[in-house]
C-alpha cells in the first residue's frame, strides 16, 4: 500500500517523526531511526527529491544540518496515513470497537519492552559531534 503512495517504511516513519516532533536535526534524526549517517542521508534524497522534506543549516551552528517536512510531505503523509487506516479496518473489521482498543493495548504492552531509549543514543550522538 505504501508503494502505491510512492512511500517505503522508513520514509513514513521519518515523516511522521518530523511532523510530530517539529522537525530535527539530521544526527538526531538517524539517532533516533537508529540507521548510520549515510542510509539516512540517502533516505532524505529521496524524501527531498519528492519535496517532502527540506534541509537547511542550523543558524545557530552552521555544520548542522536540520530537516523539516513540508507541505507536500505533510500532505503525501495524509494520504498515506488514510490508506493504512483503511487497510487497517479490512484486517480488523471482525473485531469490536472494544476488541480492537484491547489488541492496540497489548500490543503497545508488547513492544514496549523492547524499544530502545533513544534518548541516550541521541545524546550519545550529538556529543560525538
Known sequence: ???????RPRSLVALTLLRDHDGFSQQGLAATLQID???????LND???DALVARRRS???????????????????????????AVEDDVLGVLSE??????????????TEHVLD?????????ASD
Not at 98 to 111: D, K, N, P
Open 37 to 43: 549517517k549515510t542510509n539516512l542521508v540517502g533516505l
Open 59 to 85: 543558524p545557530e551552528d552552521r555544520r548542522r544540518h536540520l530537516v523539516e517536512i513540508t507541505a507536500a510531505g505533510t500532505a503525501k503523509l495524509s494520504e498515506a496515513e488514510e490508506a493504512l487506516a
Open 1 to 7: 500500500m505504501l508503494e502505491e503512495h510512492g512511500l
Open 98 to 111: 472494544e476488541e480492537r482498543e484491547t489488541l492496540y493495548r497489548l500490543l503497545r504492552r508488547a513492544t
Open 47 to 49: 524524501l527531498e527529491n
Open 118 to 126: 533513544c534518548s541516550k543514543a541521541t545524546q550519545d550522538w550529538a
